[in-house]
């Protein structure tokens, strides 16, 4: 059986990615992902849902987003003609507007008023409280109290927004118990409250409607590197945490067998340290959150606490489609360290002037690596996720202020 | 044992006019040591049977009370594992049933197959696996039906009727009937909504329907078992046993009496 194959006929198992995925919820949430189940499916299908989500998409988020030519770093890193597609350009600094924006409009589909999320680095927080001021939505967001402190900016902003932001101190106050305690307000709240998470994750039908609402990215991404080189690009790269970024770029490239795809995830201070999020480097398979996906977890089960200097990579899970497309080998996940992606930080800001969020430098530090064996005739495109602004306190306090590092 | 001692278990008592009562407690809450000691306590006070939570990092169905439980006993290091191993040595100290609960991932590490054989070497009649809905049981209920051990369905307030008819259907040993929306902990009172939802639980199943998630006096433990056929108590009992009162578990077990 051939990969294609292999990826056509799972699809048909309801829910799932290969074994991965599924619903693993409380039944009090059952009725709830089963309705928004029909209600996505219903909605994607409606031209007046999707021409409103284009609308939004176009004149409120700012898209279609650039597709950069990166002329500096192709020729400092003397490989391969190197793009970037510019998601740090949309509205709120990141591509976390694309399914905040569509699950905000399913919300009023279903007639509910108020919306729930998680956030880590606050990106998908920031663009769910703003989507939800924009269409009149109520809007909690639960955020661990070690990403509040590291990133109090993004807290004010969802305040600024109208949004009431809600401390986590269960476990060690990262995105995971945010998730954990959005879970737990959904299951109180699910007659008129929407879950808005923030990625591919989750129950079914979460993860592949995430990769939906994001899959503009390798969409737009197609036509502009065809309408520049004439054909598809040969390698395509983008970060992983809970990987929506990354699933809405490779989606509508995971049939094009000619184009190779790598995930870059975080791998901290280094997987044999043990302190990384490097989940499908050193996962094992089980649940969490609803899916069954690789999962940091010790010997007896229990979800162990990832470590990232990027907090939104800060996730001991993973979508569970990344999960089989790792086993059926379409998709090369690499671990890549704080120092690293560090470097890939620096080299990105001086030699194109974009500073990008920590998360992304991990896939510009892949990328240099993956640039190493390709020709100049070759494309190779960098997903852009989000920009850098968040992440400047953190980058300061890492290189103690010396910018040259 | 396993399903048939359950089920023939909670009928002996409900012949007796008696309602059911359920005590819920957290293994390793304590550390291990106390565990078995709490199991016969509840025994002799008159408990139906007992459910015992393993551990989770992730505990999404429970509230403050059992999170901080699970916390205390992941710090005395206390596994699945363990629980299983202690309470195969202990398991001819007991007559009561035990009911483990435990959600999906303590299970898939262990090995599914591996985790069957275990608890029916270790005398486990049930189990609750909270996050573990019809749509996903095949992962498990397979292997552990194989080993006779009944495994028991939950319903909730916000499940359609055709839902709830084919939990009602499928549940073994008793149907949970879940009584807030929510996650457990306690509380002062209950909506309306909950004794007609028992009621038409009872039409929906052959099998006993408890009541649990909330229960905190003797007063819920009447009015609740009125509707059904007893309660599950968990918080209450978690946090009597933390602060070492015991009294009041007697007073709650009570209550379920002629």
């Known amino acids: ?405 | 044992m396993g399903k048939e001692k359950l089920e023939q278990t909670l009928q002996a008592t409900l012949d007796k006019g008696d309602k059911l009562f359920v005590p819920y407690i957290m293994a390793g809450d304590g550390g291990l040591d106390v565990l078995t000691d709490r199991i016969a306590f509840l025994e002799e006070a008159g408990a139906s049977a007992i459910e015992l939570g393993i551990p989770f990092s992730d505990p999404v169905a429970d509230g403050p009370t059992i999170q901080a439980a699970g916390l205390r006993a992941l710090e005395h290091k206390v596994s699945l594992k363990d629980v299983l191993d202690l309470l195969k040595t202990t398991r001819n100290t007991r007559e009561i049933p035990i009911i483990l609960m435990t959600y999906v991932n303590p299970i898939i590490n262990f090995g599914t197959e591996a985790f069957a054989e275990a608890c029916e070497e270790s005398g486990v009649d049930g189990l609750i696996i909270p996050d573990l809905p019809m749509e996903e049981e095949d992962h498990i209920f397979p292997h552990v039906k194989e080993k006779g051990i009944a495994l028991i369905r939950l319903a909730a307030l916000t499940s359609p009727d055709d839902r709830l008819k084919q939990i009602g259907d499928r549940t073994e040993g008793f149907l949970y009937a879940v009584t807030v929306k929510g996650t457990t902990g306690a509380q002062a009172t209950f909506g309306e909504e909950v004794g007609p939802y028992i009621e038409k639980l009872k039409t929906f199943t052959s099998k006993p329907v408890l009541a649990g998630f909330g229960v905190t006096t003797p007063d819920h433990v009447r009015d609740l078992s009125q509707y059904g056929d007893g309660v599950v108590v968990g918080s209450k009992i978690v946090s009597d046993f933390h602060d070492g009162v015991t009294d009041t578990i007697r007073e709650l077990i009570q209550a379920s009496k002629g």
């Open chain 1, 1 to 405: 059986m051939t990969m294609a194959q292999t990826i056509k006929d799972t699809a048909h198992k309801k829910g799932h990615f290969g074994q991965f995925g599924g619903q693993f919820v409380p039944e009090s949430l059952m009725p709830a992902v089963l309705e928004l189940e029909e209600v996505y499916e219903e909605a994607k299908n409606d031209q007046a849902f999707i021409d409103e989500m284009e609308d939004y998409l176009t004149n409120y988020v700012g898209r279609q987003t650039p597709l950069t030519y990166a002329a500096q770093l192709t020729k400092e890193l003397g490989g391969p003609q190197i793009y970037l597609k510019r998601e740090d350009l949309n509205h709120t600094g990141a591509h976390k507007i694309n399914n905040a924006l569509g699950q905000a409009l399913l919300t009023k589909r279903m007639g509910k008023k108020k919306v729930v999320a998680e956030t880590g680095a606050g990106q998908h927080g920031v663009a769910t409280a703003t989507v939800c001021a924009l269409l009149g939505l109520d809007c909690i967001v639960f955020m661990g109290k070690e990403d509040i402190r590291r990133q109090e900016l993004n807290v004010f902003r969802m305040e600024l927004l109208g949004a009431e932001v809600v401390s986590v101190d269960q476990g060690e106050g990262t995105l995971k118990d945010a998730v954990n305690e959005a879970l737990r307000y959904w299951v109180a709240h699910v007659d008129d409250t929407h879950y808005i998470i923030g990625s591919v994750v989750g129950p079914h039908p979460f993860p592949a409607m995430v990769r939906d609402f994001q899959s503009v990215i390798g969409k737009e991404t197609k036509d502009q590197v065809k309408a520049v080189t004439g054909r598809l690009p040969d390698a395509v790269v983008a970060c992983v945490g809970g990987g929506s970024n990354a699933m809405g770029m490779f989606a509508p490239f995971v049939n094009d067998s000619e184009v190779k795809l790598f995930g870059a995830e975080a791998a901290g201070k280094g997987i044999e340290t043990g302190k990384h999020a490097a989940t499908l480097s050193a996962g094992k398979i089980g649940v969490l959150h609803g899916m069954m996906s690789y999962l940091l977890q010790d010997e007896a089960g229990q979800i162990t606490e990832p470590y990232s200097i990027s907090a939104g990579l800060d996730y001991p899970g993973i979508g569970p489609e990344h999960s089989f497309l790792k086993d059926s080998e379409r998709v090369t996940y690499k671990g890549i360290t704080d120092d690293e992606a560090l470097e890939g930080l620096k080299l990105l800001s001086r030699k194109e002037g974009i500073v990008p969020a920590l998360e992304t430098a991990h896939a510009i530090s892949y990328a240099r690596e993956i640039a190493e064996g390709m020709t100049e005739d070759e494309t190779l495109v960098i997903c852009l996720s989000g920009r850098g602004d968040k992440d400047v306190t953190t980058v300061k306090e890492r290189l103690g202020g010396d910018s040259h590092g």
